[in-house]
């Protein structure tokens, strides 16, 4: 899977951590940044991958800040994208199930590496289900389409 990612200097060791990890695994990764611990904006990393996901240049995106909330914040304002802040392997697997989550939002500063690396391999892997489902998320991307204030 192409697959976007991108953190602020709160996730760059999650975020190496999973770069490795997803190539090794065969997927083809956009790394968006930053490269460095230094202090950066996550809205200016949340845009990039948002942008390759609702255009299609990636399929899904990772975003990874100290809390997560950051970046789906900034996420969710892009035309097209569907960002989930998941906590939990459950969360994750319910982001995909039936909300048809494309972008997933981690906190490295709130998770056990294990736990968000579970939480990836999990948003990664799970299908969307359709049927009510598609119904509902239809009507967010409709929000999305329609909002102006
Ligand atoms: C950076 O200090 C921190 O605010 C950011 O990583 C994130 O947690 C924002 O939501």
Do not use: W
Request: charged content about 25%; hydrophobic content about 40%; overall charge negative.
């Amino acid at each position: 899977m192409k697959i976007a990612i991108a953190c602020d200097h709160a996730g760059l060791d999650a975020k190496l951590r999973l770069v490795e990890q997803l190539r090794a695994a065969g997927h083809e990764i956009l790394d968006r940044g930053t490269h460095s611990t230094d202090s950066v904006d996550y809205p200016d990393y949340a845009a990039e991958v948002s942008q390759d996901v609702a255009g299609g240049a990636a399929e899904r995106g990772v975003l990874v800040c100290g809390t997560g909330i950051g970046m789906s914040i900034a996420a969710n304002k892009v035309h097209g994208v569907r960002a989930a802040k998941c906590n939990d392997p459950f969360e994750a697997e319910m982001s995909r199930r039936h909300n048809d989550a494309n972008v997933l939002c981690v906190g490295a500063r709130v998770l056990d590496a294990a736990v968000l690396d579970e939480i990836v391999g999990l948003f990664l892997a799970t299908a969307f289900e359709g049927g009510r489902h598609g119904r509902r998320v239809d009507k967010i991307d409709a929000l999305d389409s329609s909002s102006t204030h």
